[in-house]
């Protein structure tokens, strides 16, 4: 029998394992895909935002402002790719200033500290290569940009190191009370756990819906992004914001922490995880981005993707024991700005658990903490070393992002390991660059086969079903029509 | 200190260390990321290579084959497995290998042979889903010629770049159905004898003029959506046709891998994508030097091979004459129908007979005249029956009209109407 039953490994569910492992307490995750971080939290805007945009007294704005500054304190703790780099949300005519009283106004209601109103000509000053129509901008020093499939993974581990069981490719498919909590069926069997969290994202509706009185519905909204080449990632410095209008929300160009420029996204609802991306969409995101920097050069784009929000018709997160569903916890709707939000939503799960009088004592063991090798960030002295102990660093996998097979085999053998091409992307950055795997892609393929001992067939590119190869040359002697 | 450092083992560093030889330099050293010499010659497996340079058709590999054997003549040393992370306006050359580990080589001389990469889909923008099945044609010829796996089986081609052209047929002969090449200009980027050979004779339709406006399929690709575009390359709304597909191939074009070039401060050319460089393939930084797919993108192995023995022979010079003194120099500017030149700069003073001048015209063009002015007024004028942008024009210019210039060059070329 778990305690707690985690269904959902995006960054929601990832801070909340590495929340409740802290504790002694048996807590299993669930995740339906193949990895972690594979859904809407590898797909967004990258950003931990300063907390202005909710309305005061909404939970957004609360855990917005509490959850950024302890994502700051994890980043730095467990290695993961992190800059405060602060942002601007401009004015582009007079009549947008108003708006950016009104963001200023909820700005200081919800605690964001260091936050104010620029001039033009402060604004130009900071950002050279905005529009110079820009009449002023909020400037947000907290906000920040993070890798968010690595923040996600990084708590991950860490719970996983601590004791947390993780279930990949293991969909919950039916819920039901039990005497003493709930039955969970999967494909590694059936569950008994005393708690449920629902941090199912996009599947939230459905997974609440199992368990629980319907309550709320999420409107999946997809997002489609430009990722520009490093040649761009100095277009900008800050996170670049416009103000919502009648066209929809504003498009962001913000650079990333792995040095690339991010443009994007526009809003459109969807049809459940339609991530597929659209002529439309990526002309609108296009258009809009260059309203604020207008010398974007979108030819050295190296990919577009899109990702789907799980927003919520509630307008606010849905967080809390579900009603007629004791034991039955909702992180749901978790829409901008949940990945900002992740560690503070998952301190409310400590504090339901502790109102029930279930949260034992905190571990004395616990074993926090994570380091990375990223060898092109090292200095000569330290890549010498590092080939000397293992002349795997001394070749070069990857080489638009410099990724040598020291870095691939670590992230096949980490705690949560890589088991698809694009899963040591997410760790490690191996085909992240401008030939998005082009070159290092078969090398990859390689490396996964030897090392996890499986046929150069079965690797798979991503999710399940993603093979890249389909069969050996020799064999295929006649034509397939 | 070494005398001449050449970073990359394919055909252009390969020819120009064997240059660089026969031109007197005995401390030579290739630097190669990969395991082996000869590059991307290694997987095209094909034939139709060096019947310019050795008068007979070879395959990739027996053309590296060809100049491998050749060095073995010689005292040119090799490290395998390098990567040069970097090279410095000082020519030191940091890398990193298993066997030697962090290295940092001083150098009198560099010649920058990394040759180029594939464009992607990202950097076309294709809407749609991100399935598997979707691959540049290098990454699927590796595959193929190299691992021996086949990644489709159902085929559409993007892009009509000759690696597109040859995968289609190494395909078909594989045992999959490709059932057409797409291309969004109204010509091929391609040489013709590779549309005749690799498309015509197994009867795969070339759409010209259409692009892939949709991709469908959520693990693996099940549908491309196809439709003809107008003359600013945008689809025409009603044109859509459908190819059950479970594979695409892109050959979209091929950029010049010049983050070493960019990172050392080298000027670049924005048309070529790589170095600025003179007529002795010398870039900004006075002993580095530049030649092959590096510098701008060839057809022909041929010609990277033979821009390559210049490179060699410069750095030799370089390395045993000294630099060339300060002189004249003539900024070559493309004109009218040309897209580039290279070389980008000429120093009348140190060309020996003539120049060569490569170029690439910018749309296909029948009987036409390609042009030398220099201030308006007409140096030279050639004729051409037909041009393409997908076959590299060559020119050569005498030295003693190099003198007459007194200012930039401009190439050009229009069509001659037929009286």
Known sequence: MLDVAIIGCGVIGAASAYELSHYRLQTAIFEAENDVADCTTKANSAILHAGYDPEPGTQMARLNVEGAALAKEICARLDVPYRQCGSLVLALSLEELSHLQKLYKNGVANGVPGIRLLSAEETLAMEPNLAPNVVGALYAPSAAIVSPWDFALAMAEVAVRNGVELHRSCPVTHIEKTAGGWALTTPDGIVETRYIINAAGISAQAVHDMAAPHKFTIQPTRGEYYLLDKSEGSRVHHVIFQCPNENGKGVLVAPTVHGNLLVGPDAVRVEGDNTACTAAGLAFVSAAARRSVPS??????????????????????????????????????????????????????????????????????????????????????????????????????????????????????????????????????????RCQGGFCGPRVLELISKTLGISPLDVLQDKAGTNVLLCETKQEENHHD | MIDLVIVGGGPAGLAAAYSAWQHGLRDILILERDNELGGILNQCIHNGFGLHRFGEQLTGPEYAGRCI????????????????????????????????????????????????????????????????????????????????????????????????????????????????????????????????????????????????????GKSRVEKAIVAKVDENRRPIPGTEMEFDVDTILLSVGLIPENELTRQAGIPMDPHTKGAVVYENMETGIPGVFACGNVVHVH??????????????????????????????????VPG???????????????????VNISFRVRQNYGPSQITVTCGGRQLAKLKRQRMAPGEMEHIALPKVLLEKADGPLTVAVEEVIAK
């Open chain 1, 296 to 433: 974007i050069r979108f030819g050295e784009s190296i990919r577009n993707f899109a990702g789907v929000r799980a927003n919520v018709d509630t307008g606010d997160f849905v967080i809390g024991e579900a009603e007629g569903a004791p034991g039955f916890i909702d992180l749901a709707g978790m829409k901008s700005p949940g990945l900002s939000s992740a560690p503070a939503v998952a301190k409310e799960v400590t504090k339901i658990l502790k109102a029930h009088g279930d949260l034992p004592a905190a571990k004395t063991d616990y074993r926090d903490g994570r380091t990375r090798v990223r060898f092109k960030e090292c200095s000569p002295e330290e890549k010498a070393r590092l080939i000397a102990e293992d002349p795997a660093y001394g070749r070069v996998v990857c080489r638009c992002e410099t990724i040598t097979e020291g870095e691939i085999l670590n992230a096949l053998r980490e705690e949560i390991p890589a088991t698809t091409i694009d899963g040591v992307k997410r760790r490690c950055g191996a085909g992240m660059g």
């Open chain 2, 69 to 216: 054997e050749m060095l073995h003549s010689t005292g040119v040393r090799v490290e395998l497995g390098t990567m040069v992370l970097e090279v410095t306006p000082d020519k030191k050359i940091h890398c990193v290998s298993r066997e030697k580990g962090y290295q940092i080589l001083e150098a009198r001389s560099v010649i920058l042979c990394m040759g180029c990469r594939e464009r992607t889909r990202g950097a076309i923008g294709i809407p749609g889903t991100r399935p598997a099945g979707i691959y540049t044609a290098g990454a699927a010829q590796r595959y193929v010629n190299m691992e021996g796996y086949l990644v489709g089986k159902r085929v559409l081609i993007l892009g009509s770049g000759d690696i597109g052209l040859i995968m289609a047929r190494r395909m078909t002969l594989e045992g999959a159905k490709v059932l057409a090449c797409v291309e969004v200009m109204p010509y091929s980027g391609g040489l013709t004898r590779n549309i005749v050979q690799c498309l015509q004779d197994f009867d795969i339709p070339l759409y010209l003029s259409h692009t892939i406006v949709d991709i469908q």
């Open chain 2, 299 to 332: 057809d022909l192995v041929d010609f990277v091979s033979g821009e390559s023995d210049l490179a060699g022979a410069s750095a030799a010079a370089y390395v045993l004459q000294g630099e060339t003194a300060d002189a004249v120099v003539l900024d070559l």
């Open chain 2, 336 to 354: 009218n129908g040309v897209g580039y030149t290279v070389p980008q700069r000429v120093r009348p003073a140190d060309v020996d007979r003539s």
